[in-house]
């Protein structure tokens, strides 16, 4: 942003009422009946061979109704009700796949079903394995319909599970999860004008809803299910990853890990791309089991400008709004606003943690691992980031307005920046927040609060803290400058 940028005073009250300049034209762009818009042609995947019995194969017969639709210049390929089993799938511009009340499309658990393309995986571009569904270089695509993507992910979610005590044992906990190739169920990639809506993914061996590389995005009414039948590791709900003109609204998610995110890019891969996640707007959701209610990072090398989030609930998240990056990441992350968000029973109200996982942030191969043994993506992961302060990122100019956290179970603020490049114009406003600690804030500059309320509820549950009450009475600020207090008060 800007630094001379101020906004006027209709733009802040337009923000405050979730009618933001940025709200106004991506609902111009979306609420256009010509958003997207798909021929009037209907081609069934019966018709070509797919049965919904839940045991024969289907992909084949899938991929011919989609490329039947594409070669007469697109249409709507339709998934009646029953359960179809099938690997990976390639959209094609001018197609829509809807899932019928009742449909379920479910993968095979197959390594073989899902052939390798090149993408972006958790930060870095690299040979991955096809989506379920996957919208790659293409315009006008839209799944939708009341059915259901079922990523039968527990397959890769022991795959992983075993990978990682191996890899944790050679020192490679970093490469697990690149190395373990889980399928993820929808990917849209490079992409421009997709709208997905209303369907329900589920048991998501990966990150559920992926949108990389993409532009004028509308993700809206899915529902996330990822913790039936157990728990995934790495179950992010909706990312968003270096794309523009996003808005995700009016879904539902619950998983193993974060569970709306914005990200763009990992380390001297990310800074190489170079492109940022920018325009996004998060809105009218839930949020329930799941890492973050949202989080942005740990990839952050391409920068992310111009979010606004609001009117976001959580309920049992771990936490509220969450920071994520490391020394080696980069990036700039400014012009961020929340506003109208509800917290009940989150582990932590704000959290910084820019030193993410050493173990995973901080890659090396250890040398007794025989050359013969690197996989490509390895020396991607370990180039070093050149001069070394490139690699720091940057917070700066970030407002969040009208919160409320009930029965939150730990501090407000567990937040951490760093000496050469704290965390700046922080400005919080109309927030109040029921929890056991007040918390800490470290390497921050230029922090305002404004009517911010902390009432303190009793002890803090985290076994591993030695707070005392006078530790939990008041916000602990080290090596900050300009920084408010909030009010504080005992029930």
């Known amino acids: 942003m800007d630094p001379s940028h101020t906004d006027s005073d209709a733009d802040s009250d337009a923000r405050a ?4 300049p940025l709200v106004r034209r991506l609902e111009e762009t979306f609420y256009d009946d010509d958003f997207a818009s798909i021929p009037d042609r209907e081609f069934d995947v019966t018709e070509y061979g ?11 017969a899938i991929q011919s109704a989609i490329d039947a639709a594409a070669d007469a210049g697109g249409g709507v390929v339709a998934i009646p009700e029953g ?39 958790a930060g870095i571009e690299m040979e991955w394995p096809a989506a379920l569904l996957t919208v790659s270089e293409c315009e006008n695509v839209r799944i939708t319909g009341e059915g259901t993507v079922d990523g039968n992910g527990e397959y890769w979610w022991r795959k992983f599970n075993d990978m990682r005590g191996e890899y944790e044992e050679r020192g490679l906990r970093w490469a697990v999860d690149y190395d373990c190739e889980r399928v993820r169920p929808i990917v849209v990639y490079d992409s421009t004008d997709v709208r997905l809506s209303e369907f329900t993914v589920k048991r998501q061996g990966f990150w559920a809803v992926t949108m990389t590389y993409s532009e004028r995005v509308h993700v809206d009414g899915v529902t996330v299910r990822g913790n039936v039948g157990g728990y995934g590791p790495s179950t992010d709900g909706i990312n968003t990853d270096s794309s523009r003109d996003v808005l995700v609204e009016h879904c539902d998610v619950d998983g193993n890990d974060d569970c709306l995110c914005i990200k763009a890019g990992r380390d001297a891969d990310g800074l190489r791309v170079d492109r940022p996640t920018e325009n996004v707007v998060y809105r009218h959701c839930i949020t329930r089991e799941g890492g973050g209610l949202v989080t942005i990072g740990s990839e952050t090398s391409g920068g992310v400008r111009n979010l606004e989030v ?54 090396t191969i250890p040398d007794d691992v025989p050359e013969s043994a690197y996989q490509e993506h390895w020396e991607v992961l370990t180039e070093p980031v050149e001069p070394p302060e490139r690699g720091v990122p940057e917070f700066r100019d970030i407002t969040v307005t009208d919160l409320t956290a009930t029965n939150t179970e730990g501090a407000v603020w567990d937040v951490t920046g760093y000496p050469e490049r704290p965390i700046s114009d922080v400005h919080l406003e109309n927030v109040a927040a029921d929890a056991p600690a007040v918390g800490t804030i470290e390497h921050a500059t230029d922090w305002t609060m404004t009517d911010v309320a902390v009432r303190l509820t009793g002890e803090e549950t985290d076994a591993d803290t030695s707070a005392t009450a006078d530790d939990r009475d008041a916000l602990e600020c080290r090596d900050c400058r300009n920084v408010d207090r909030p009010i504080v008060e005992r029930l």
């Open 17 to 20: 009422r979730g009618n933001s």
């Open 50 to 60: 797919a049965v919904g019995d839940g045991e024969e194969r289907c992909t084949e």
């Open 83 to 121: 359960t179809y089993r099938s690997g990976a799938l390639f959209l094609a511009s001018d197609v829509e796949l809807r899932l019928d009340d009742g449909a379920t499309l479910r993968a095979i658990q197959d390594d073989d079903a899902y052939p390798t393309t090149r993408t972006r995986v």
């Open 310 to 363: 609001y009117d976001i609930r959580g309920e049992g998240t771990d936490t509220g709004i969450r920071f994520k990056s490391a020394k080696v990441r980069g990036g700039l992350i400014e012009d961020v606003r929340f506003h109208d968000l509800e917290m009940d029973g989150v582990r932590t109200v704000f959290e910084w943690n820019l030193n993410w996982h050493p173990d995973y942030s901080y890659p």
